[in-house]
């Protein structure tokens, strides 16, 4: 392996420690013994839920080709995955604001692990059933989970500030370190054991249920609104009356989804990207080093949100126009850079650019995920919490499906460059999300309220 990728890495782990050794006072926010206890809980927890999603994501497509399938195979089980997603996902996502939120995660832990057992059949209906259950964890994953935190974290009269340091430690942790653990410990089942590809599968498994004993015997139930005279309609209605009737909510929903599309776009698209002519490079580093690149994103973004300015609003519109200006570097090379018609051999000067560029992306990304989590507690209306996250991701998983069935219909750069605009519309509409944030409210008797600070829930 080439010293770059060595030094990229080593270089990336030295300033994420660096940040982490350096902090101050000033940079941490102080707490209580009792929130401390129930934030590492959660953080385990929530540990061990990534490791089961990020232990299975080097090796879905690896096992369908070793059972012999195609890529036009593939690519069906993967649209399945997403669509299944908004489709069943969404109404059993949204059961979590009424039949529980720790039910919805126990719930999430047995769905996925069916999902996993289903990898070691290599009949396609039993694949594409196990795709299907795993689209349905994937919205309680990105759900119910946080729903249940906000929730339980506002029951135990907590700060809301100390909301930020759980969100930023939860990315920190499960988007970060455990995805690079679960990358290595991955390997070593697969090529160091010579465990075949399944064996990852059975390992998410193992820890799906550990986190799932800990869901049983140490978290309280919480709802969102429990009331027995709603079905799922009328709360499928309410949250769209809510996203429809609150300009904040919905500017938060199209912009969460412009991002996570063009997020999820990119996972796609680097691999060839860095290898369009088929050079050795090593996906499983570098996966590590985008994972590591993501944790010096959180990392500065638990410092962004223990202070009160500048607000999460009004940075996230930098974040949103250096993402956009990284996807753009395809591009960029593509007429700057001399192209190379050399098969096979070490990553291209092009690549290298390129690589940096995916690096400042996922440092976008590391940011992104605790300071979304931040607004949406603080935008979000309790009683209907899932159901609009969950409303959230149709569109994000119409676009993932409609870009997997057209992938080889335009070329990358096209690609890249139409997830580039949408990250430049996102910050328009953070831009304006912030500025309708800051105007007073009125309250009930037509008395203007206190402008709305960052560690101040608005009420909805």
């Not at 990728?5 to 940079?27: H, P």
């Not at 206890?37 to 929530?46: A, E, G, I, P």
């Not at 990553?347 to 400042?360: P, V």
């Amino acid at each position: 392996m080439e010293v770059l990728y060595y030094l990229l890495f080593g270089g990336l782990g030295a300033v994420v420690a660096a940040l982490e050794l350096s902090k101050t006072n000033k940079d941490r926010i102080n707490t209580s013994p009792a929130f401390n206890s129930f934030k590492n809980n959660y953080l385990l927890v929530y540990s061990l839920m990534m490791a089961g999603d990020w232990l299975q994501g080097p090796y879905v497509y690896y096992l369908y080709s070793q059972y012999g399938f195609g890529k036009g195979e593939i690519g069906q089980l993967f649209i399945a995955g997403f669509g299944s997603s908004m489709l069943f996902g969404t109404i059993v996502g949204s059961l979590a604001d009424k039949q529980g939120r720790k039910r919805a995660c126990v719930t999430y832990c047995i769905t996925y692990i069916l999902s996993c057992i289903t990898k070691h059949s290599p009949h396609y209906k039993v694949l594409m059933l196990g795709r299907v259950l795993g689209g349905i964890a994937t919205s309680l994953l990105f759900s119910a989970f946080e729903s249940w935190l906000v929730a339980e974290h506002n029951k135990r009269g907590f700060e809301q500030q100390w909301l930020s340091l759980t969100f930023s430690k939860a990315i920190f942790l499960g988007n970060g370190l455990v995805a690079i653990v679960a990358g290595l410990f991955g390997n070593l089942l697969v090529d160091s054991f010579a465990l075949g590809p399944v064996a990852p599968f059975d390992a998410a498994s193992c820890f799906l249920a550990i986190g799932m004993a800990i869901i049983l015997s140490s978290w309280t139930e919480n709802f969102g609104d429990a009331s027995e005279s709603k079905d799922l309609l009328t709360q499928f209605r309410g949250a769209a009356v809510a996203i429809a009737s609150d300009e904040k909510i919905a500017l938060l929903g199209a912009i969460q989804s412009l991002f996570e599309g063009s997020m999820y776009t990119f996972v796609f698209l680097w691999t060839p990207a860095l290898s369009p002519n088929d050079e050795d490079i090593p996906h499983g580093f570098i996966f590590a080093t985008f994972m590591l690149a993501s944790m010096l994103g959180s990392s500065l973004a638990s410092r962004l949100m223990a202070h009160p300015s500048p607000r999460v609003e009004s940075y996230m519109q930098i974040v949103f126009v250096v993402s956009s200006g990284s996807l753009l570097l395809p591009i960029l090379t593509s007429f700057l850079v001399a192209p190379s018609n050399v098969k096979g051999g070490s990553m291209s000067f092009s690549g290298w650019i390129q690589t940096l560029g995916f690096c400042a992306f996922e440092s976008c990304v590391g940011i992104f995920w605790p300071s979304i989590m931040k607004m949406r507690s603080q935008y979000i209306p309790e009683e209907a919490r899932s159901t609009i996250m969950n409303f959230f991701r149709i569109p994000l998983n119409i676009f993932v499906c409609i870009v997997l069935y057209n992938v080889n219909a335009f070329p990358i750069t096209v690609m890249f460059g139409m997830c580039s605009i949408f990250l430049f519309i996102a910050c328009i509409l953070q831009r304006r999300l912030m500025l309708i944030s800051e105007k007073p409210k009125i309250g009930d008797w037509g008395q203007p309220k206190e402008r709305d600070t960052e560690s101040e829930p608005l009420n909805i």
